[in-house]
């Protein structure tokens, strides 16, 4: 059905831009198609909560993070349409478009937005568990310095990204915050942290804004640039800034591993879960762990205080 759909999909775009022709977003967007792009996916969305359309709706999401500038007015605008849209359709819900429909509306409205930057994941030549130290010192986005060893007694989950990563960081938040979901209650046994390796461009309230997105218990973090470095060395995680010829020193992309790696109750390795593995797989293998760990804490999925750090 998906293969059938991008089908449909590529043939109306290219009887609407011409045959043959492949449309361009433009490279310097205007302010007000922007707004009138993120005002109409907010409807889109809203719509999809009330008709439960979620492949759409993490869709929405995607999109305003890979293609929409971050500011707070597109922020507010896409939120306001979106509730909006909601109680008009939850008011009628026998009216609810299909799944095709509103995936067509989200592509099209999508269409005047800024192209998204150029991204690949970092292919690993080697197996990317061996010689893993899980061992990192960052900062949350509310300023406070932590390591791994606050989160004593609960299992971590933690993936490597940036905010402008058009797709394969959004996917994982989006498939991390599923994984919360279908743990349920246990998900208070469970820490997942999302860390940078963008610090120069991905500020505390950046960070926590984008984290936010996708579901509030997952701590977003960062550091100096040297200690996310080391963060990433330790966890045999690669980056590497990509910047395109005649770029701006700020409009560049970063390749990097991608994955999900997952620590025991007292910080330890215990798996890494690869790039797009199925949700509900990473939620029954976080579950067998925490079977075998019966002593894990229940906290509440937001990060504890942590100590200063030692000198």
Known sequence: MRQLFLFLFSIMLATKVGAGATPIPPKAADPVAIAAAVKELGQ????????????????????????VPKTREYGEIFEQASSASFIAQAADKGSCPGRATVSV??????????????????????????????????????????????????????????TFCPDICPTTLIEMAEVLKLLGDDAA???????????????????????????????????????????????????????????????????????MYLLGGSGEFLTKFAYATPVEDVASRIREFMARLPGLATGQGAAPAPAAPAR
């Not at 610090?199 to 984008?210: A, F, G, I, M, N």
Request: glycine content about 6%; hydrophobic content about 40%; proline content about 7%.
């Open 189 to 259: 046994r469970l820490q997942p942290i999302f860390i940078s390796v963008d610090p120069e461009r991905d500020t505390l309230d950046v960070l926590r804004s984008y984290t936010g997105f996708f579901d509030k218990r997952i701590l977003g973090a960062t550091a100096a640039p040297d200690l996310v470095k080391r963060a990433a060395d330790n966890f045999k995680v690669r980056y590497e800034k990509v910047v395109e010829p005649g770029a701006s020193p700020l409009q560049y992309s970063v390749d990097h591993s991608a994955g």
């Open 105 to 162: 509306r989200l592509e099209t409205a999508a269409l005047p937005l800024p192209a998204a930057p150029s991204h690949k994941s970092i292919t690993e030549t080697a197996a990317p568990d061996v010689g893993v130290n899980p061992r990192y010192l960052l900062q949350d986005t509310n300023g406070r310095a932590f390591m791994d060893s606050d989160f004593r007694g609960r299992l971590q989950l933690i993936s490597f990204g940036y």
């Open 44 to 67: 889109v969305n809203g719509i999809a909560l009330a008709c439960g359309h979620k492949d759409a709706i993490a869709r929405a999401k995607a999109l305003m993070i890979m293609r």
